[in-house]
């Protein structure tokens, strides 16, 4: 096993990683304002579809910042290798540093991941041997959340009865409709990508 914890310098990952934290603050502050907390006064909806939406928002973000600082399988600078795997290790004419076959160097990260699958600038790392079931919990995890808050956006306007009471001073009320649009725009955008990716990872472990 490697490391406890792996920081990746890369401002670009910094990037892609603080647009999925905002998302995730986005629908985690405006869901709950919108619907859950008004339906749920009003007796539409029981208290556990907003706790499950909460759980759900919970292990995203932790699977996020786990597969974000958890090693990918970096190899030491001084890796010792078995005698009777000597034959299965290769240099690598970039780091100059001996590695297992399958492993690759990630010019992004610089070093040599073992099992490296591809570099990830939205949880900023490297997805390898040491992380790899840690980035698919976070796609899963990813889906679960996206595919709630598709359906609560679409219960609120088809199915949900209309609020009886509602502030329209307050400044997400007076702009629901633009807000939960959004909301809308990103978890369609968010589901899709995740499910092709999550499908393509799974497809790849079992052949």
């Known amino acids: 096993m490697g490391q406890l914890i792996h920081f990746v ?4 990952g910094w990037c892609c990683m603080g647009l999925i934290i905002f998302i995730w603050l986005y629908n985690t502050i405006f869901i709950p304002k ?3 907390f008004p339906h749920y006064e009003e007796g539409n909806i029981s208290v556990v579809a907003v706790l499950c939406y909460y759980f759900c928002s919970l292990f995203c973000i932790a699977s996020l910042f786990r597969a974000s600082v ?11 290798i078995p005698v009777t795997e000597r034959e299965c290790w290769e240099l690598c004419y970039k780091c100059n540093m ?3 076959k399958r492993s690759h160097h990630c010019s992004r990260c610089g070093h040599c991941v073992r099992r490296m699958d591809h ?3 939205w949880i900023n790392n490297c997805v390898g041997e040491d992380n790899h079931w840690l980035f698919l919990q976070l796609c899963f995890y990813t889906q679960i ?19 009886k009471k509602e502030n ?9 409709l633009a807000l939960l649009r959004i909301s809308a725009f990103m978890g369609l955008i968010i589901l899709g990508g995740i499910s092709r990716l999550f499908y393509t990872q799974l497809m790849g472990i079992f052949t």
């Open 70 to 80: 958890a090693d990918p399988g970096k190899l030491p600078e001084n890796p010792k």
């Open 9 to 12: 310098v890369d401002p670009q």
């Open 34 to 36: 919108v619907i859950l």
């Open 168 to 176: 329209w001073d307050v400044f997400v009320f007076r702009h629901e």
């Open 119 to 121: 570099h990830c600038p």
């Open 145 to 163: 959340l996206s595919s709630y808050t598709l359906i609560l956006d679409f219960c609120h306007y088809y199915y949900f009865l209309p609020l």
């Open 98 to 100: 001996m590695r297992p």
